[in-house]
């Protein structure tokens, strides 16, 4: 996933494959500088259609993410419980706005 610098309000959609996650489902996604490193951000997304969440930031969420390389993971929860995680390592760029 790549995202510009300083970017809010724009849907980044990101579709689920490998599992049916139902309207009750939510995933929860967290972005950190490295592997091992803290969270940067963490949001979770409760509106699942289609197997498909908006990821959408507010400003403030945004600010929090500089230009920069970053991973992600994907958690899937049921009823409150963690299932699995849809993607344990994903890269994350955000880039420099022109």
Partial sequence: MEMTEGDYGLTLPITISGATIGSGDSIKITIKRNVDGKSVLEKT??????????????????????????????????????????????????????
């Fill in 45 to 98: 997304f409760t509106s699942v259609e289609d197997n498909t969440i908006d990821f959408v930031l507010t400003e403030e969420e945004s600010a929090t993410l500089p230009v920069g390389d970053y991973v992600y993971a994907l958690d899937w929860y049921q009823d409150d419980s963690f299932m699995c995680n849809i993607i344990k390592i994903g890269s994350f760029k955000v880039v420099n706005k022109a």
